[in-house]
């Protein structure tokens, strides 16, 4: 997991009337889920703790300077990879029925939240898949490259179909699928 540091410098706050007291802002940890009011609530509570001289008004969040704080915060980061590619397969989710001019069915949402599951759980030293949305509202992956072809389909039952060519094997089968763990199947298959 990422996780960054937030400094005085990393942020624009304006004429904020706690600017002063950016001078003397110490790093705070935040993880990769970290979100501008989680870095408020702990900005704001250490310069509680840091200032003797505060009555005990002063302690209640002054919703004001939060909307400031939000309104004027630049905390960003990258999107991964994983995540553009997990944003992408969710967006599905937004898609009708004949999406493809075609008839083809809706996504399930089952699908879509299974095909989620499932990249969130692969390593991080494997390359990631093309997403792949069937007729049938089905979601599915596809590698095809690097000496693999696998193609796996989330079914609407909550399993797994695959068909997985390597070094000349070929492997096919249907799984159940649980969303909290890599079946075993693949981290041989994909060698992770």
């Given at each position: 997991m990422t996780s960054h540091t937030a400094t005085a410098e990393n942020y624009v706050f304006g004429n904020l009337e706690t600017e002063q007291n950016l001078n003397q802002?110490?790093?705070?940890?935040?993880?990769?889920?970290?979100?501008?009011?989680?870095?408020?609530?702990?900005?704001?509570?250490?310069?509680?703790?840091?200032?003797?001289?505060?009555?005990?008004?002063?302690?209640?969040?002054?919703?004001?300077?939060?909307?400031?704080?939000?309104?004027?915060?630049?905390?960003?980061?990258?999107?991964?990879?994983?995540?553009?590619?997990?944003?992408?397969?969710?967006?599905?989710?937004?898609?009708?029925?004949?999406?493809?001019?075609?008839g083809a069915a809706a996504p399930i949402a089952g699908c879509i939240k299974n095909v989620v599951s499932f990249i969130r759980l692969l390593p991080d030293d494997i390359s990631l898949p093309e997403p792949m949305l069937h007729a049938s509202g089905n979601t599915g992956l596809?590698?095809?490259?690097?000496?693999?072809?696998?193609?796996?389909?989330?079914?609407?039952?909550?399993?797994?179909?695959?068909?997985?060519?390597?070094?000349?094997?070929?492997?096919?089968g249907a799984i159940n699928f649980d969303s909290e763990n890599l079946p075993p199947v693949f981290s041989v298959l994909l060698r992770v």
């Open positions: 802002f110490k790093p705070i940890p935040l993880s990769a889920e970290s979100t501008l009011s989680d870095l408020f609530y702990k900005w704001h509570s250490a310069l509680i703790k840091e200032d003797g001289n505060r009555s005990k008004t002063s302690e209640a969040i002054n919703l004001d300077l939060y909307d400031e704080f939000i309104r004027v915060a630049e905390f960003t980061r990258s999107t991964t990879t994983r995540e553009q590619l997990m944003g992408e397969i969710r967006s599905w989710a937004l898609l009708k029925a004949d999406w493809d001019g075609e596809f590698w095809g490259d690097g000496g693999i072809y696998a193609d796996i389909e989330f079914l609407h039952n909550g399993r797994i179909a695959y068909y997985i060519e390597q070094n000349g094997d070929k492997h096919k």
